[in-house]
């Protein structure tokens, strides 16, 4: 007699050898500014994920005919984002290093940047997707340039221009908007993703690891978050962006930002579940 | 000196034998597969549509104009459906019989099918319009045939071809949509409900059942059910679909799947309060 | 070292003498029908005005480039509506003679009544840009003539026709909407706000008084308040509204009817915050 | 087939004509300084005691037994307190007229006023017994006579010394206790119910009205009401409060103070519920 | 590198082999007469065990230092009672021929039922120690015989008189009293647990079967279960009477009725883990 | 006319030169390792309080007859914890520097670090009494030395032996119950505080420092903490330990763990400002 007792996404039950992505968590929310506990979101995700079908009738595909491990969570200490940070990376490389496709479920925004280090040294021309209600550009945060509000202006500093897209903001310091889309280092696109298209056609032969920061869609869809922020995408906007990622070379991806308990309806995680459902199907 | 004491849907305080239209609760959500609490839809329904007011300025229509009584809820055993759905039955038959139309308050969706078996006695040549988020054609769920997820199917079971209309719908298991779309078994309107008006106008000299799953909505709006399904429609569209049934011989009606106490705000409750009062007032 | 102990909206922190848009709280609810708790709104807004920048990119404009003094709340005594008014109406006028510009927060919508007495004073021919999902038309409500339900209908008796113009209405008794719109005694913009530039452009030479229910907004993005009405408009509807404002002569506004323990998401909040600071920033 | 379809207390559906105790509501909570929402006590209390059954072990006496009627709610007008009164006393007095026991359900503390204002008139050497943690004896609040935090004072003003009998005061001004300690205005029992027997023996001859603001319980076992003071009695001391008051002459009696909103586990009602099941078995 | 990816109690990662006692989760709920939720017991209790440390200094023993295997659950049909009492009785009768002892995590209390059938066989002589709020002794629940209010009844039915004790019991009907009272059926120690110690000594040389209805509690400490029925006994209390069963043979035990979906502040579930872990260092 | 702008505990509104006692909040949790959180407990303990009266009936005190100034809150960062000690050591020295009593109010347990560094370069014999449900003493956690989990150790790495004082403790490790109780390191009081009598004899001759984890109390009374341990104190007990606190020479205290938001009622925050005003009147 069978009973359940499995740890992970639905339908991700492969072992690790025969799978291409692998999912892992990374519970930290250590430099999150406002309302924390983005640390439960792996685990909240995992166990609602059991509401979802496998079948996606937007796509026409099921989980069950893909090849994806659920890894569990990297055991991170709070108190100290730079072990963090490291094991986080060493993890990354370490699914890089196998030829795995790394999907983490966040934690803060921060745990972008150990992934990015990790991929970039196998890609070297990667290019980021980044879809988020705030810029992420700060270059420090109260003096700390390691912050869930400069992670993206850390990934930059590697990088460096022409790299890193950006779509739906709508927050952000008024240096940063201008760093960005006057000074030109970051493509930064307002409010929406009316220019997805054509980026898509710029960068479709290159590497590309898409970061979902949840906090891109409306609070009315996703109020669970950290720093919600009134005006964002819908979740149909948010299929229709997946859907045009489906056929570019998506090496990597995250979903961030998820805090659960700031959501009783449990509604905010069946949108990050389904996001993550989708987002699979296109990996 | 009069005191508050109606137990009632606010301006459905005709008697019975004047009324044409019956309200009653049907609060059983025991094949509930993810979260129960549907059965405690009807009280609070009736509780907060004293928040609305009884005219609609979307039909410019009163429900203190119309004959609409409340009857309360049927009395239902918790753990034996069969006992439950043959209540069901017996109180609809009662209705049918009388000549009132039955507007049943959920509960979960199995409750539609005794009142479906009641209204096809009557009404041979009986339609149904089925919105949901949900196909709810599978022959069975883990071995029942008698379930929330199967009760659409039971009814085909008995009704056969051309003669279930679903709208909505984004969520089933990929044979289901096959044997509906594929096989044509039923008419199909993924996602929104964009072909209503031509099925409205097929369906315009036929008795119509109406059943409204409360997920067709998106979580957003209303988040309080058993499985939300990020993805749905608005309020507004829900308003537009109640215009477009406008005119069709509607004899019979439920509204499903509200399960309150996952929606601490009220709001989804007000929903499905709102939704009564506009399809009440097109019956 | 400098601690912070601020008891103001984010950016509003100069003084009373060099200001010329002064914010005050007038946390009253007492004629509230439905759900009470307006009263916790000023606080609220304040603190979780920290979650927001001080930067807005839709307007291109910062907080902290203007002159706003937040003056804190008023000490309303529940139990004597006339008291509250009577102070209310105290310290709007003290504003006026002083040259500065109010912007209330609520408390529910009779708080705005004393305010345009004390503007109508100074402002002979002032006009009322009214957002509202209610009439606010009735001449009692069960007996009452001060209350929340009757407060526009208040303003009406001293203003007269051709002063009030009502948008995103879509709830009142019939007899409401038969005054305003049979006997044209205000200008009534049913459901949404597509008739606003035509009414910008006619008033755009008068002094204007702009009067936010936020239950004008779709309960999925603001459940938090008394009498949530399923249908608003969005939040990039009110953005869109708001930027229509630019360039009248609001001479003063109000932004009433958040009761933020309805919402433990904390969104409306967020909500109400966002549509201060844009407002603040076309005063 | 009988469908449910009560408005009213489990156990409590006898009619007016045979009972001799009558329960009614006054979901007024317009003069509560801080958290409202004791107007929605009657009602989610009726639904709620369905979850009790109508034996109670503590007393081996049955509901069902008693002769009790559930009238409703007094129809009230928020924002007009002085109309309030008038309609609780004018009700109240038509129960006592009708030698019919009132048991009221509140609403906020001030409705107790007017309760014992009608029973005075015909038991004209009426005793309180007052359980509560505020002494609710302030002269005025903020400068009005008429609040819940004034209501014991007010029915002193009629009542005069060794009247009314205090317990589980933990909570009020230093004026307020030396008023009642050093002057001896009321008796009072400070912190619990120590005292409350030699007091049953002082009064056993005395038509007694029992007045209970919920929030004499510590807020462990009752945090749904406006102003949670912890330090309060258990359940348990409730139950042995009730006990000791059996015997007496209890000629009416009220609870007040439970605001089911602020208590989503829904405990605070459950607990009201029971303690209205245990006083309606001593009445 | 490690990750985390244990779905199981803190502390009972064991192999199925090498452990004597084995934890399984029975999540069903179908026939809770209020408010259902039960079934989500076991996955959460895994969770939030994480939050406890796995040494008690009650009894200065550590989880680690015994054999436990966590199992996972049941995987049961919601809507046919029948089915799941077979899967329950099928897997414990499973653990009893592999002289495993279960400790079973409900789940509504009918789960009990076929775990004690299955236990039976083998221990001919097993007394019950049940610990609950409701005497659950009624012969049929509007009809039905199977149900969470007749389960100790059902027990009865098959073990007879002098093998079921009772403690806790403060609510059921006056018939079920008497029966077990006057007719003396089963022991019952009404509102507490006084005489457990007595009863202790008679039944120490027999096989028990220990069932914990978690209402037993008080709601203070326990809110988030489907009847929550005030006056129960403390935490301190279930500690004590944990350490007077150290000693006796417990063959088996369950823990049931955490429905912790009406529990936001989590304290229930934290409650049901810490007995959990105490249970197990006795067993 | 004079309007409500405080930004501070009720009745706490002295300036700092005039007052002996000031309050301070340090809004950091980032090494909390279950829920986060505390970071909210300053501004929500400010602004609950005034649901408090300032007099205390248990002590026959007035907040209003004392000298305290509420400084506000130290500006924290996230994510650097070395910055966040530095910052509240600073200010601690500063007001031990100026004479003034620090009253913390945490923020995690971690915060009492810096304070207790900065009061003992002042007070060489300095003691803790040390108020908690957790012991607090490992050495590190997770590799980390500064922690929530290990904040005693530290301390007593530089006080060493017999100064430190533990009361409540009912949960940790085997291992840290041994080096305290075993090899004498600490004093520990195991789940209560009977042996807080001799203690306070033992040290009236020392300067005291009072951190209080409100965790040390049951869950019923006190479940918004990040970890909330099932078996604590009431909150009478609460009170009758800070009166045998009074008389003592306490040089500083601090109230620590309150994390608001996991507790929906809101009693959490009143327990914390009902403490602090107690031990206020103490100091």
């Known amino acids: 007699m069978e009973l359940f007792n499995k740890y992970c996404f639905i339908g991700c039950d492969k072992t690790f050898q025969e799978s291409n992505v692998v999912i892992f968590g990374a519970p930290f929310d250590g430099t999150c500014s406002y309302r924390p506990g983005s640390r439960f979101a792996p685990n909240k995700i995992r166990i609602d994920s059991y509401g979802l079908e496998t079948y996606s009738p937007y796509l026409d595909r099921d989980l069950e005919d893909h090849k994806i491990h659920d890894a569990g969570d990297i055991d991170l200490i709070f108190g100290n984002k730079y072990a963090v940070l490291d094991s986080i990376k060493e993890y990354a490389s370490h699914l890089v290093s196998n030829n795995k496709k790394p999907l983490m479920i966040g934690g803060e925004h921060l745990v972008t940047l150990p992934v990015v280090e990790a991929m970039v040294e196998k890609h070297k021309d990667l290019v980021i997707l980044h879809f988020d209600a705030h810029?992420?550009?700060?270059?420090?945060?109260?003096?700390?340039?390691?912050?869930?509000?400069?992670?993206?202006?850390?990934?930059?500093?590697?990088?460096?221009?022409?790299?890193?897209?950006?779509?739906?903001?709508?927050?952000?310091?008024?240096?940063?908007?201008?760093?960005?889309?006057?000074?030109?280092?970051?493509?930064?696109?307002?409010?929406?993703?009316?220019?997805?298209?054509?980026?898509?056609?710029?960068?479709?032969?290159?590497?590309?690891?898409?970061?979902?920061?949840?906090?891109?869609?409306?609070?009315?869809?996703?109020?669970?978050?950290?720093?919600?922020?009134?005006?964002?995408?819908?979740?149909?906007?948010?299929?229709?962006?997946?859907?045009?990622?489906?056929?570019?070379n998506i090496v990597g991806a995250d979903v961030v930002e998820l805090a659960p308990d700031y959501d009783p309806t449990g509604v905010s995680t069946a949108v990050a579940s389904k996001i993550m459902r989708e987002l699979m199907l296109v990996l």
Chains 1, 2, 3, 4, 5, 6 share one sequence.
Request: aromatic share 12%.
């Open 135 to 248: 810029t992420d550009l700060r270059g420090d945060y109260m003096g700390e340039e390691l912050s869930h509000a400069t992670v993206i202006k850390q990934i930059w500093n590697f990088l460096g221009d022409n790299r890193i897209f950006q779509f739906g903001i709508r927050s952000g310091l008024k240096d940063e908007f201008y760093w960005a889309e006057k000074e030109g280092h970051t493509f930064i696109n307002k409010f929406g993703y009316d220019k997805l298209g054509e980026v898509v056609q710029k960068i479709k032969d290159k590497p590309v690891y898409v970061t979902i920061d949840l906090d891109i869609l409306d609070p009315s869809i996703f109020p669970g978050t950290g720093t919600p922020e009134p005006g964002g995408i819908s979740f149909q906007d948010m299929l229709n962006i997946i859907k045009m990622l489906d056929g570019l």
